[in-house]
């Protein structure tokens, strides 16, 4: 089973809101992925967590805050987003980080998100 | 810097017509794996093949081939007998061993007409 869930399907927040984004998988993986991905184009890595520790952020803004409570949820705390974010947030995850072949990453189906 | 060029922006075909989507990768690394991953509409982005960069042999599975070829940094995904459900956008994707970050390409726009 290859199943990583996301929560909620869509969106919608004003730019005073503050909001979160929940990703969750069962499978054991111990990386978890979120990636922003706009219309027509390719997902881009925001953070990693890798045995529930930040290992990798790409220079995202403030206002997106990034949680790992365990080995199987990962969430995304939205406050005073742009209407630029309006986006595709897709979460993914990995068996072992690092260790190639057990590195590649499954994807949810992603929360679609619109900033007013 | 490692970068994946998709040359074929969109392609359409004809069901149970073969399709070649082209992907050609640069790197100076040794240890990588290369992967294709296909987004329907309906948006999940779902794993299709993978291809360690230290076997020879072409993975394949079921309906779907790759053509790697390593010394020319090219790695083309092969359709065979397409279907109507195999339309979506079709990502080449990079991954340097133990980077944990994929590198993705523009993306295909494959269109499968009845």
């Known amino acids: 089973d290859t199943e990583v869930t996301q929560t909620p399907k869509h969106l919608v927040m004003g730019m005073t809101n503050k909001k979160s984004l929940k990703c969750e998988q069962h499978?054991?993986?111990?990386?978890m992925y979120w990636y922003k991905q706009k219309a027509k184009k390719p997902p881009e890595l925001m953070f990693v967590y890798s045995y529930e520790k930040l290992s990798i952020n790409e220079s995202v803004p403030s206002r997106f805050s990034p949680e790992c409570p365990n080995s199987s949820l990962l969430n995304l705390h939205l406050h005073a987003l742009q209407p630029e974010d309006s986006a595709l947030y897709l979460c993914?995850?990995?068996?072992?980080?690092?260790?190639?072949?057990?590195?590649?990453?499954?994807f949810g189906p992603g929360t679609r998100l619109t900033v007013l | 810097a490692q970068t994946v060029t998709q040359s074929q922006p969109e392609m359409s075909v004809q069901e149970a017509e073969t399709v070649t989507l082209s992907c050609t990768y640069d790197t100076s690394e040794s240890n990588y794996y290369l992967f294709w991953y296909k987004q329907p509409p309906s948006r999940q982005m779902i794993l299709v093949i993978r291809?360690?960069?230290?076997?020879?042999q072409n993975a394949t599975e079921n309906r779907f081939s790759v053509n790697f070829q390593k010394a020319a940094k090219s790695f083309s995904l092969k359709i065979s007998d397409s279907q109507l459900g195999d339309t979506a956008m079709y990502f080449c994707?990079?991954?340097?061993?133990?980077?944990?970050?994929?590198?993705f390409g523009q993306g295909t726009r494959l269109t499968i007409n009845p």
């Open positions: 993914a995850s990995s068996l072992a980080p690092g260790t190639g072949p057990t590195d590649t990453q499954y």
């Open positions: 499978m054991g993986h111990r990386a």
């Open positions: 291809q360690e960069a230290y076997k020879q």
């Open positions: 994707a990079f991954m340097t061993q133990g980077a944990q970050k994929l590198v």
